[in-house]
């Protein structure tokens, strides 16, 4: 394992002490508590928390600012935050009109975002990002974790609570936002968590994992490497049979870490033209890296169908470390 | 290796498509010369023109539009534009105020960019992007290289050339971005070039190149892997010493391609503390993937004093792929 580091233990404390630093004209951070907040509350605006492990970034923390989230709660490198943390940043960014907490499907973040919710005496909402194709599970069972398409959440609900949505009308946009997201990923290396120094999983010159999770969690199969167009091919047709309404799209290329953009953009092309033969216009596009998977070399694609509202949405103003446009 | 790719010698034109069709709000492409440029030129303001060997992306291509470059010529991989590309880009932006060629310091780029000026047959000024600490090469010569800080270079002039400077006022800016300006770049491992095949150059799990170049070339050394506290105290140090002016500073933490946010705002974070011992004030940070070498995983710190003018032409306007801020 070769990383910028001193010691492993330190990597996530040092990161956001330098994240909190870069970006202090946007956000700051409760190292105590180990969340990332607003500077600047809106009066009267619902207050939007999400997070979950690091080692994703920019998500969460790259996304707290204007027209995006509130606060985003940090736990230790692929870990949910405490139950605690999630309290000390509710209790933070409360401007008076209730709470939405935004929860990748995982198991151990919705556990620890529903405690959260039941010790705050806060009025809270949930709302679950789970945008992955559907994953087939051993025995039947299936399941939709959430990847890139929690950026996309994350951006529609924010630019809606700008707006002064209430916690009503977030949560029935939040179910359009899920309906019209799907993802699906694709990894060519492991990452390596600091504090273990190994890599998760082990893979081959010759192999790639496809439906790879953004912890480097296995995916549907382990197939050989497949070119750019092939693998376009594949995880197109997966991803544009669930989504219901073809047309205009906003398409999110996301690298993992590890993956250069020359190659992220090539697979832009590459995707782009599988979705024109599914009806897929892409008018809103994304390329780069938005939810990693510390140093994994990979990419995943997201696309939304876009409705008129909902490009409306995207394209109201934000200002986050991360993302930015007409701000 | 490992690629997203569909052949080797396609790499570079599909990318290219991806990265038009992503941006076609802003770009547009000349696929025959390959060159990427400004859609909606702006009367009365001298062209800019920078390009190189492509490989380096966002560099230089996600830093054509309002605010920055008109054109920029790739070259194949690590490898300089011809004269002709060049020539033809020059053409295509000029917009009757004459134009300025932005140039990073390497052999074969100033020799096509030179041979390009005289061929045109058009009234061009050439500014030399080089801001690395300067490099002791054998026999007691020395150089400086174009590293991240000819992304400065670009922003600067270009919100100059904006402003409706003309090409002497251009000339005299750069001299003075170029002395304010300091780079020095961190190897953990080698880039690989898709038609090679093989990685540019070896090195172990446990040795880091100190001052490497972005294709892979050498450095000032290669040493054993040092912390991340350890690197920014020998990095720091070599650009402190050159940088006449301390206070007020722009600070951009590079990552080559390969190395993830975690890690890049961690070595802000260790870059942050040195500088300021320095007596360096960072009012401007950047950490991100800017000036890359493929999938080479490594960092560079990039600095420079910012007096009030500078600071100014910093913070106007700004709309291009890969930076956008009030605007």
Redesign the interface.
């Known amino acids: 394992m070769?990383?910028?580091?001193?010691a492993p233990g330190d990597?996530?404390a040092?990161?956001?002490?330098?994240?909190a630093?870069?970006?202090s004209d946007i956000i700051s951070l409760d190292p105590a508590n180990r969340f990332i907040r607003r500077r600047n509350l809106v009066p009267g605006k619902v207050g939007l928390v999400s997070g979950g492990g690091?080692?994703h970034?920019?998500l969460h923390l790259?996304f707290v600012g204007r027209g995006m989230l509130d606060a985003a709660c940090l736990g230790r490198i692929f870990t949910s935050p405490t139950p605690e943390q999630i309290v000390a940043a509710a209790q933070t960014v409360d401007a008076g009109r209730g709470l939405l907490f935004i929860v990748k499907n995982y198991d151990g973040d919705r556990m620890n975002f529903q405690m959260a919710r039941e010790i705050s005496g806060l009025g809270i909402d949930t709302v679950i990002a789970a945008d992955e194709a559907i994953q087939p599970l051993p025995g039947g069972a299936t399941r939709r974790r959430g990847l890139a398409g929690t950026m996309v959440m994350e951006r529609m609900l924010g630019a809606a609570a700008e707006r002064k949505f209430d916690r009503t009308g977030l949560l029935s946009l939040a179910e359009r936002v899920n309906a019209a997201t799907r993802s699906m990923g694709v990894a060519?290396?492991s990452c390596t968590v600091p504090e273990v120094g190994k890599p998760t999983f082990t893979i081959s010159?010759?192999e790639?994992e496809l439906g790879v999770g953004i912890h480097g969690e296995a995916g549907r199969s382990r197939t050989a490497?497949m070119?750019?167009?092939a693998?376009a091919k594949e995880v197109v047709s997966t991803i544009a049979g669930e989504i219901p309404i073809k047309g205009n799209a906003l398409v999110v290329?996301n690298g993992f870490?590890?993956?250069?953009?020359?190659?992220?953009?090539?697979?832009?092309?590459?995707f782009?033209a599988v979705l024109s033969k599914h009806q897929f216009n892409?008018v809103r596009?994304l390329?780069g890296?938005f939810v990693?998977s510390?140093?994994m070399?990979g990419?995943s694609l997201t696309v939304t169908a876009l409705d008129d509202e909902l490009l409306g949405l995207w394209d109201d103003p934000v200002h986050t470390p991360a993302l930015?446009?007409n701000a």
Request: with cysteine; hydrophobic share 45%; net charge negative.
């Open positions: 070769k990383k910028f580091m001193n990597v996530l040092e990161s956001l002490s330098g994240f630093a870069a970006h690091a080692g970034e920019p790259g060519l290396s010159e010759h790639m490497m070119s750019a167009n693998i290329v870490g590890a993956t250069p953009l020359i190659e992220l953009y090539l697979m832009y092309n590459a782009a892409p596009r390329v890296n990693t510390l140093d070399a990419c930015r446009w």
